[in-house]
């Protein structure tokens, strides 16, 4: 796979944690820089490590060297799905947000956040791990930098705009992600049968 392709995917699960933080952005009553930057880049480490871990599990244990790789490439192609229909659920679907003022962005909620898009990078690492693509350390920074640019714009997004912005952001992202899949389903399995 590209490093092209893993750097959309990349951005395609970095707006679940743009999203988030759109709202949690919308509640300041100002942005701590120097925070909004760690937060940004532990978030960042986080997903790269989910989607390392996704990746590893599933190559050094689930699948033999010699699987069928079309049922391999189907997997994915469902794993990339639903995360993307999820998302896009998400995006169209109105969920009432009581906002709240927040002096600061509290550590406990950030890391339960973490843990929440985690999810989806981790089963991320796993569709890549079932199209065989190996995951370098070039392409874990590209993620974490990703992230990382996807959590600051996002409170900034959040607290000029507004929380609604984080609709769009769910549906830009669920886009990505089905039409990952529907690009791996067209160019590798199609072609294969």
């Given at each position: 796979?590209s490093?092209?392709a893993?750097?959309?995917?990349?951005i395609g699960i970095?707006?679940?944690?743009f999203?988030?933080m759109?709202?949690?952005?919308?509640m300041?009553p100002?942005?701590?820089?120097?925070?909004l930057?760690?937060?940004?880049?532990?978030?960042?480490?986080w997903q790269a490590c989910?989607l390392l871990i996704?990746?590893?599990?599933?190559k050094e244990?689930?699948?033999?060297p010699?699987s069928?790789?079309?049922?391999?490439q189907v997997l994915?192609?469902?794993?990339?799905t639903?995360i993307g229909?999820?998302?896009?659920?998400?995006?169209i679907?109105?969920e009432?947000?009581y906002?709240k003022?927040?002096?600061h962005i509290e550590i406990?909620?950030?890391?339960?956040?973490?843990m929440?898009t985690s999810?989806d990078?981790?089963?991320?690492?796993?569709?890549?791990?079932?199209?065989?693509?190996?995951l370098q350390?070039?392409?874990m920074l590209s993620?974490?930098?990703?992230?990382?640019i996807?959590?600051?714009i996002?409170?900034y997004?959040?607290?000029?705009l507004?929380?609604?912005?984080?609709?769009?952001?769910?549906?830009?992202?669920g886009s990505?992600?089905?039409i990952f899949?529907?690009?791996?389903f067209?160019?590798?399995?199609?072609i294969?049968?």
């Amino acid at each position: 796979m590209s490093s092209f392709a893993i750097l959309i995917l990349a951005i395609g699960i970095s707006l679940d944690s743009f999203a988030i933080m759109v709202t949690k952005g919308a509640m300041l009553p100002r942005i701590q820089k120097p925070l909004l930057f760690g937060i940004g880049i532990g978030l960042g480490c986080w997903q790269a490590c989910a989607l390392l871990i996704g990746n590893i599990v599933i190559k050094e244990t689930m699948f033999p060297p010699n699987s069928n790789q079309i049922l391999l490439q189907v997997l994915a192609v469902f794993i990339f799905t639903g995360i993307g229909l999820f998302m896009l659920r998400k995006g169209i679907k109105e969920e009432t947000i009581y906002e709240k003022r927040m002096d600061h962005i509290e550590i406990r909620s950030i890391l339960y956040l973490a843990m929440i898009t985690s999810v989806d990078a981790f089963l991320v690492g796993i569709g890549l791990a079932l199209l065989e693509t190996t995951l370098q350390i070039s392409i874990m920074l590209s993620i974490i930098v990703v992230n990382t640019i996807a959590v600051i714009i996002g409170v900034y997004v959040g607290y000029h705009l507004g929380y609604e912005q984080r609709t769009k952001a769910y549906t830009v992202g669920g886009s990505i992600l089905v039409i990952f899949a529907a690009n791996i389903f067209l160019n590798n399995i199609l072609i294969s049968i």
